[in-house]
């Protein structure tokens, strides 16, 4: 089944507690994203890749790091959590560049994250 | 800086009646998307547009694209309660080519009444 799944799909953690959530994906994707959804703000473009080794920053990327290792996998790294990245945040990806029809992305689980 | 903006971003409705959400992008693009979400739940791709005058529809939901006034309509029709979720627009950032790195909108929170 293709899909994307995220892991741990919740999290509860403490102040300065470094923390990865992993993403990976099955439908050898070129172009993965993260996001973070917070009421009132829609989803917001934390990190991105076009490829492997590829990165940028989204339009939130503070306190966030990425890599992109391999095609399948974008972890998302915390290395110092703090109470303003409580959010719910989703991994998703699609066929990247170049695509001449549909491209749509295609979303993970999600995975709520609560710092204290 | 390309903006997205959908409105409302609240809709209460009756079982039954008839609405619009509208979808507002601030540049070129040719290619949008529609996207649902239950509540707790991941989104689903609902609709893909990719040229001027593209419509869609699926059961009571009908989406269309006017690339030059840079605006998609989802048109829902004789709404049922199965229809409640949060729908969101989104726009590929790249224009000519798509990256699928796309651009959303806020989200449309729909709550259908009996």
């Known amino acids: 089944e293709a899909q994307v799944t995220q892991n741990p799909r919740y999290l509860i953690t403490v102040t300065g507690k470094k923390l990865t959530v992993t993403c990976s994906q099955n439908?050898?994707?070129?172009?993965m994203s993260w996001y973070r959804q917070d009421p009132g703000l829609g989803l917001r473009q934390i990190y991105y890749?076009?490829?492997?080794?590829v990165t940028d920053k989204g339009d939130v990327p503070e306190g966030y790091k990425v890599s992109r290792k391999e095609k399948r996998n974008f972890p998302l790294i915390l290395e110092s959590p703090s109470p303003n990245q409580t959010s719910l945040y989703f991994c998703?990806?699609?066929w990247g560049q170049g695509i001449i029809g549909y491209n749509e992305q295609f979303f993970g689980p999600g995975t709520r994250l609560t710092v204290l | 800086e390309l903006k997205v903006e959908q409105n409302p971003l609240f809709l209460s409705m009756q079982e039954g009646k008839n609405y619009t959400i509208y979808c507002n992008y601030s540049?070129?693009?040719?290619?949008l998307y529609w996207y649902r979400q239950d509540p707790g739940k991941s989104l689903e791709s609902l609709f893909v547009?990719?040229?001027?005058?593209a419509v869609k529809q699926e059961g009571r939901l009908m989406a269309s694209l006017d690339t030059k006034a840079r605006l998609s309509t989802l048109h829902i029709t004789a709404a049922v309660h199965d229809l409640s979720a949060t729908y969101f627009c989104?726009?590929?950032?790249?224009?000519?080519?798509?990256?699928?790195?796309?651009?959303f909108g806020k989200g449309t929170k729909l709550s259908v009444k009996p």
């Open positions: 547009l990719l040229s001027n005058g």
């Open positions: 998703a990806s699609s």
């Open positions: 890749s076009m490829n492997v080794e």
């Open positions: 989104a726009v590929d950032r790249a224009y000519g080519g798509s990256q699928g790195n796309l651009i």
């Open positions: 540049t070129t693009s040719d290619r």
């Open positions: 439908m050898n994707h070129e172009y």
